[in-house]
């Protein structure tokens, strides 16, 4: 892990509520594809969110973070970047990043959990490996998966990767898959036992893919996330 000192080049809206955050470091960052960033607020205050670049972008760190009211975790993190410009990160924290080991992959991510997952997407996407992906990307409503857009025209340009946006409460325009986004993964495979899976999202959501999942084969070391460090 390192610390780099990173200018704001600009915080703009995705949602309401999510903001996509781009920093220009002093020095290219180091860091594998799925790792994690922790801003440093305090000597003893480091708050950490996903890197939602590549690993091979390493000239800028992308950020996406979810401030909804009250979120003051979030909050004074975007307030400390709009007010002084500037951020110090320490770089290249967890475990769960990209591994390559030729196993089909299942990467399920949770509102903002997406930036994890959009780290590795890219990675593997640059990389020339053509294994399969499949990205299964879940929200409340269709306006929380705000690139579902770019990532439908990434699907269309590599016939290796599919992506199954889910939505939790569905109006009537939507054509989709709905309900719980690990449901729908369980509906496409009934064996994980040949899987690599990455989930990110809140605990409750990781611990159950975790429970399901190796009900259907699914073995420890090719399960990825960084909320198994603490579940």
Known sequence: MS??????????????????????????????AGQYAMAVMGEKDMRPFSI???????????????????????????????????ITLSIGHGDAFLQNNGL????????????????ILQEHLNSGDKTPLTLYWGGKHASDLYLADELTALAQAHSHFTFVPVVEFANDDWTGRTGWVHHAAMADHADFTNVQVYVAGRFEMSKVVRDDFTQRGLKQENLFGDAFAFI
């Open 52 to 86: 939602a670049n590549a690993a091979f972008d390493n000239s800028r760190i992308e950020l996406h973070i979810g401030a909804e009211p009250g979120n003051n975790y979030a909050g004074e993190v975007l307030a400390r970047m709009r007010e002084e410009g500037e």
């Open 3 to 32: 610390e780099i000192k990173c200018k704001v080049a600009s915080i703009t809206p995705l949602t309401d509520v999510v903001y996509k955050v781009e920093l220009t470091p002093t020095t290219p960052a180091t860091f594998k």
């Open 104 to 119: 089909p992959m299942v990467l399920i991510a949770g509102g903002t959990g997406f930036s994890y997952t959009y780290s």
